[in-house]
């Protein structure tokens, strides 16, 4: 059985490789064996470093726009000139959007959203998942009908690609309905695309050994504040947020050949809240 997790030796591109979550995949294909890339357009190399030195194998970080068509192709060439391959990609990179807020108007309330942030979020979250699947994709495709090896895409979406955000939960205490904050509406059309990329990338490259797989994952602990956590918790049955290394059992089995008859699917790991 523990073969099926060995992941020795195969190279994993995981864009936002430098944030929460990213680095938390890195980590687990590192304990496997696999080699992380983590791809960001923030420096990640200290990361890269610390999680080589720590499992023994040689990950890297490489700064990458994936917002640009040139960027990302010379993403995959410098990963092929290092590596020699590439078997796994992670869709993970997002915008996080701090918009500041004027005395009168709340910009993430869906009145007032701006247009210039719906296109950099969408730009990060979606296209550069189209990008990367394109270009990294389409060589994995060929590398296996070229006689290589089976490769993974693996989307990243949320529990919010399943159900709305319950914007109760963002309610602050004495602010008018005007100004009261809300989930940005680019975070829920972001991770239900990538759902919906998901299923076509799935059934596109069925016959060219590709495998596309998403996990949509509840909120993670990172300190928020206890009102916004209490409030959270009371709709998860389990009546906690994930914490930071909760997925990676996820990420580990999804890229590797234990779920090598699974593809097209999201898989929901949220403490139950959709459930309810």
């Given at each position: 059985?523990?073969q ?7 190279v ?8 929460l979550l990213?680095?938390?995949h890195a980590?687990a294909?590192?304990?496997h064996g696999g ?12 990361a ?8 023994g ?8 726009d994936?917002t640009?068509p040139?960027s990302v192709r ?7 000139q ?5 078997d796994?990609?992670i869709?993970n990179?997002?915008?996080?959007p ?40 389409s ?10 090896r ?6 990243i ?13 963002y309610r602050?205490?004495?602010l008018p309905d ?7 509406v680019?975070?829920?059309?972001v991770?239900s ?5 998901t ?41 906690r ?6 997925y990676?059992?996820?990420?580990l ?13 999201n ?5 139950g809240?959709?459930?309810?």
């Amino acid at each position: 059985m523990t073969q099926l997790f060995d992941l020795m030796g195969r190279v994993a591109a995981i864009t936002g490789g430098a944030g929460l979550l990213g680095r938390q995949h890195a980590e687990a294909i590192a304990s496997h064996g696999g080699i992380p890339i983590l791809v960001d357009i923030a420096k990640a190399d200290r990361a890269a470093a610390e999680i080589a030195e720590r499992h023994g194998v040689p990950a890297a970080a490489i700064q990458t726009d994936i917002t640009r068509p040139e960027s990302v192709r010379a993403l995959l060439a410098e990963i092929l000139q290092r590596f020699g391959r590439l078997d796994v990609l992670i869709n993970n990179a997002a915008n996080n959007p701090k918009m500041e807020n004027s005395s009168d108007v709340n910009f993430s309330r869906l009145e007032n959203f701006p247009l210039d942030q719906w296109h950099a979020d969408i730009a990060v979250g979606l296209t550069g998942a189209l990008l990367c699947s394109q270009v990294l994709g389409s060589y994995m495709a060929q590398a296996f009908r070229d006689g290589g090896r089976r490769g993974v895409i693996l989307n990243i979406a949320s529990d919010l690609a399943v159900i709305a955000p319950d914007q109760r939960i963002y309610r602050q205490p004495g602010l008018p309905d005007h100004l009261q904050p809300a989930k940005p509406v680019t975070y829920s059309v972001v991770k239900s695309g990538l759902v919906g990329l998901t299923r076509y990338l799935a059934t596109y490259w069925a016959d060219s050994g590709v495998r596309v797989n998403a996990i949509s994952p509840g909120g993670v602990f990172n300190g928020q504040p206890e009102a916004f956590v209490q409030k959270l918790t009371n709709l998860i049955p389990m009546g906690r947020m994930a914490c930071l290394n909760e997925y990676q059992g996820a990420v580990l089995f999804l890229v590797s050949d234990a779920s090598s008859y699974m593809t097209g699917h999201n898989l929901v790991i949220d403490g139950g809240r959709t459930a309810w």
